[in-house]
């Protein structure tokens, strides 16, 4: 177990040094950061001590070996846009993504995992057909199609939620929530449910998938043969095997939903760290965007890391097998 768990820690640090690489190089490709910085007003004089005082000029293996050791300890240097510090900037924004994700992955794992085990297992009815019929718009339709649709229905249509922005926001010192207000929570449906569709629709289908695997295995006839009642072999006995994929699919879906939450929080306006990346884009704010591209690394990294260990305690033959 131990050196399972050392082996995946290894292959992170790996990973993120591949990234790390990849955010660095958005520095001497994206621009020059002085001219980012500074007006073209500034003289050569000034343009210079710039320099010098960035380290630009220094070689590249000196430039990225004191960006990687900047970024471990969490500073990605001051933003060219707001001259503020782009770990602060990151750290403001990061409570509306998370909680954003945390209520779209809850709404896709609920809806998807329900959903997938009663078309398996009842695959012949009407509402089974209908299901899957209506999961089809989950992964035909764009996520900016989607969002524009659910802001005419029920924000211009019917008014019941606001279109955008994140409301009711309470300060906790160390976190700011909108879980604690009627407001937030009306501000976040859309969006959750905007981002969440795909995602319903990838683990409705490998769940219902699965189930109809399982439920043709000899062990499960086996049960049924003992007399066991439909909710044990069901629940007990064939959901449980469908749950190594399932985890597999969960798991790259939530980091998934970090990553993609980009076109959720620009249709939404929500103020997460998607928005922030986007418009860090349009004035060419590199230290934002290298800052972002290293978080949305390190989320995926410890998601897949809390995945494989989730691996074997479902599964003892993974167990079996690491060892």
């Known amino acids: 177990m131990f050196s399972f768990i050392l082996r995946r820690l290894l292959q992170s640090v790996l990973v993120m040094a591949a990234v790390s690489a990849l955010s660095f190089s958005l520095f001497n490709f ?26 630009l000029d220094d070689p590249i293996l000196v430039q990225y070996v004191r960006f990687l050791g900047n970024a471990v300890q969490g500073d990605f240097g001051l933003s060219y846009r707001s001259k503020q510090d782009v770990s602060d900037m990151i750290l403001e924004r990061l409570p509306a993504t998370l909680e954003l994700v945390a209520v779209s992955a809850v709404i896709a794992l609920v809806i ?13 009815s009407w509402l089974s057909r209908s299901i899957l019929s209506v999961s089809l718009v989950g992964v035909s339709l764009p996520t ?15 008014r019941l939620l606001p279109s955008s922005g ?25 969006p959750a449910l905007t981002l969440s569709l795909f995602q319903t629709t990838m683990i409705l289908r490998l769940v219902r998938s699965e189930m109809l ?13 003992r007399g066991l009642s439909d909710r ?15 985890v597999t699919i969960i798991g790259l879906n939530i980091g998934g939903l970090i990553a993609f939450s980009i076109i959720t929080e620009t249709v939404f ?3 997460g760290t998607g928005l922030l990346f986007i418009q860090a884009v349009e004035f060419a704010d ?5 800052a972002y591209l290293m978080f949305v690394a390190l989320m995926f990294v410890i998601v897949n890391l809390i995945v494989d260990i989730l691996y074997v305690s479902i599964d003892p033959r993974i167990r079996i097998g690491s060892s």
């Open 232 to 246: 044990a072999i069901n629940f007990t006995h064939a959901l449980r095997n469908t749950l190594v994929p399932v």
């Open 112 to 124: 998807g995992v329900v959903a997938g085990v009663y078309t398996g297992i009842r695959r012949d």
């Open 30 to 55: 994206v621009g020059d950061p002085v001219n980012n910085m500074v007006g073209q007003e500034a003289s050569p004089e000034d343009r210079q001590n710039i320099r010098d005082a960035l380290g």
């Open 166 to 190: 994140r409301a009711g926001v309470t300060d906790l010192g160390f976190w700011r929530t909108s879980f604690l207000t009627v407001d937030g929570w009306r501000a976040i449906i859309l």
């Open 269 to 271: 306006q929500w103020p």
């Open 144 to 158: 900016f199609i989607i969002g524009i649709g659910l802001i005419y229905l029920f924000a211009v249509y019917l």
């Open 213 to 225: 695997e399982v439920m043709r295995t000899d062990y499960i006839k086996f049960a049924r043969a």
């Open 286 to 290: 590199v230290p934002v965007m290298a």
